[in-house]
């Protein structure tokens, strides 16, 4: 219903109530309260003797008749650590970004035709086809009637019948266990004894979540206590994802930093760990490690003897350690392998494999799926003290469950087809042609991006991004700083003005002080790349001719 600006006089009211129906006064007819709207322009609308009013005219009216009523939340008033958190990936570049979309729909003209949104790792979005058999079990479990088609196959049948018998009323509308659905657990505990060559899982361990974001946070939200000295400290590696510092400010904890070594194909140096750990302990209480394993922006694959380094810090230092593997089926280069934390952790023996308290994270996001959207996801916690346990279900159950259907997604994942089931042979060829074609999309981004001068990329070995180091010339520096924004927004802000591609800059994901670079996902379709990656050199390149020389340009 429209709400009315009630002026100084009562007689401009016309609208009589009455009981349970509501009356308006239109040229002495009575209309009933299921009006139909009028037309109208902008905010205003007229009836016999009564004119709505816009928000700033009632605020004016309000304030001159005494009756202002100041709003209860006001940016001085609001949580002060929401307004220190940060997204970069959905930053002021993506608002920029739908800024022009919107424009080039009401025929602005541009010298691009559309914008490429190469910012996040959106899948589907980037036109990735889903996964058959994943889709199948889900819509037969969202209409359980599909049972009875044979346009479905036995094995994706068996699947929803599984999950539809562990759900409340046999629907996926209905709430699941706060920790998950029984079943989908067990499945999980299943494929990480598979993955990890027979290192026991617990289903009892694993807790499904609405993506990794939610378990990463949840972990956090028990960790972080403590005020001056004594505040959580929480250790990130720089470049970073930003889930991880915007969760550090919302909570109020202490963020750590650890820098990878770009030079070394962004590895994790233990001696770094050991630097910032000792030099954060003058200002808070570090007790918290996060790893990103393979990296995101980075997209480095930790090798088996660093996690091992790893871990025996953490061992040493006595850090609860939290392992992000998403990107766990996102490994390129031919030379590297996929190892949890999990794994090594069991193979250092049990005086490790018992003590050391470790969560990690997996999501129906990446990978071969890129079901973003679903939001699923599942962590494992290992060695947490019964009590804190107590405690973490007790929190979980305060947002009821995560969604039943991206529960459903999940279970696929970690239970997809087996050799002699009927959607065996389509599955294992949808999935290894989304991973050989990323495989070579990270090939070919980082063999253009490394031919242009000013830029240097490391090999991707895994996850989905580039994260190249770009040289920016001194007047453009300067001209950012008196535009007061860091120069990769510059460089980025003018790429999306330019050319229509929208990337994020390095600065939204951290970098050592006096470096540049930007984050680009490979996922868009190859020939869309190829043009992305086209038009990135020729704006570069003008870039520099703009505010230097390219004889002084470094390789």
């Known amino acids: 219903m429209h709400r009315f600006q009630v002026m100084a006089k009562r007689s401009l009211i016309a609208g009589v109530f009455d ?26 609308t007229e009836l016999q003797g009564v004119r709505r009013l816009s928000t700033a005219e009632a605020s004016v009216a309000a304030r001159e008749n005494g009756k202002i009523r100041e709003k209860t939340l006001t940016m001085e008033t609001m949580n002060p650590q929401i307004k220190t958190v940060e997204y970069a990936v959905r930053g002021p570049i993506v608002i920029k970004a739908g800024e022009i979309e919107r424009e ?9 035709t559309e914008v490429i949104k190469a910012n996040i790792g959106d899948a589907h979005a980037m036109g990735q086809k889903p996964i058959t058999f994943l889709r199948q079990v889900v819509a037969l479990c969202t209409c359980p009637e599909l049972l009875d088609s044979p346009a479905f196959p036995e094995d994706a049948k068996k699947r929803a019948r599984r999950i539809l018998q562990s759900c409340g009323g046999n629907s996926l509308g209905s709430y699941s266990a706060s920790q998950g659905l ?31 974001s939610d378990g990463i946070v949840s972990i956090l939200k028990l960790l972080v206590a403590g005020e001056g000295l004594s505040r959580t400290g929480v250790m990130i590696p720089i470049p970073q994802y930003p889930l991880y510092s915007a969760a550090i400010s919302e ?20 001696n770094e760990l050991h630097k910032a750990l000792s030099a954060a ?4 209480n570090p007790k918290v490690l996060c790893i990103i394993n393979p990296g995101n922006p980075t997209g480095q694959v930790q090798s088996k003897k660093c996690i091992e380094d790893v871990i025996h810090f953490a061992y040493e230092e006595k850090l609860f350690i939290l392992s992000d593997e998403v990107y766990q089926d996102n490994i390129y280069s031919p030379e590297c392998q996929f190892h949890s934390f999990k794994k090594v952790l069991y193979e250092m023996g049990p005086e490790y494999f018992n003590t050391v308290e470790l969560a990690s994270f997996h999501s129906t996001s990446k990978g071969y799926m890129g079901e973003c959207g679903f939001r699923g996801g599942y962590m494992e916690v290992i060695n947490l003290d019964p009590e804190v346990k107590a405690q973490m279900v007790k929190l979980l159950s305060v947002r009821l ?20 089931e009927p959607s065996f042979e389509q599955f294992i060829q949808e999935k290894n042609a989304v991973l050989n074609t990323l495989a070579e999309k990270a090939k070919l981004t980082e063999k253009i991006l490394n031919t242009l001068p000013g830029i240097k990329c490391n090999p991707l070995q895994g996850a989905m991004y580039a994260f190249p180091r770009i040289f920016i010339p001194p007047r453009a520096v300067e001209e950012a700083k008196a535009l007061g924004m860091p120069p990769d927004m510059l460089y980025c802000l003018k790429l999306l003005e330019e050319t229509g591609i929208c990337i994020v800059p390095g600065s939204g994901f951290g970098q050592k002080e006096g470096t540049y670079h930007f984050r680009m996902t490979i996922l868009p379709p190859t020939e869309k790349l190829k043009l992305l990656l086209e038009k990135v050199r020729d704006f570069h390149i003008k870039f520099l001719q703009e505010y230097s020389t390219l004889d002084s340009t470094p390789r």
């Open 19 to 44: 009981h349970c129906s509501c009356i308006v006064r239109m040229n002495a007819v009575k209309t009933p309260c299921s009006i139909q709207p009028l037309k109208h322009k902008r905010h205003v």
């Open 104 to 112: 080039l729909q009401e025929g602005v003209k541009k010298p691009f």
């Open 182 to 212: 029984d079943c989908i657990r067990e499945n999980i505990a299943l494929y990480m004894e598979q993955r990890d060559r027979g290192v026991p899982a617990n289903p009892d361990n694993i807790y499904l979540t609405t993506g990794a």
């Open 281 to 284: 302990r003058k200002y808070c």
């Open 251 to 270: 909570l109020g904890a202490v963020q750590v930093n650890y820098y990878l070594d770009e030079e070394h194909c962004w590895a994790l140096d233990v």
């Open 401 to 420: 469950c995560p969604p039943v259907s991206g529960q459903a997604a999940m279970d696929v994942i970690v239970n997809p087809p087996r050799p002699g």
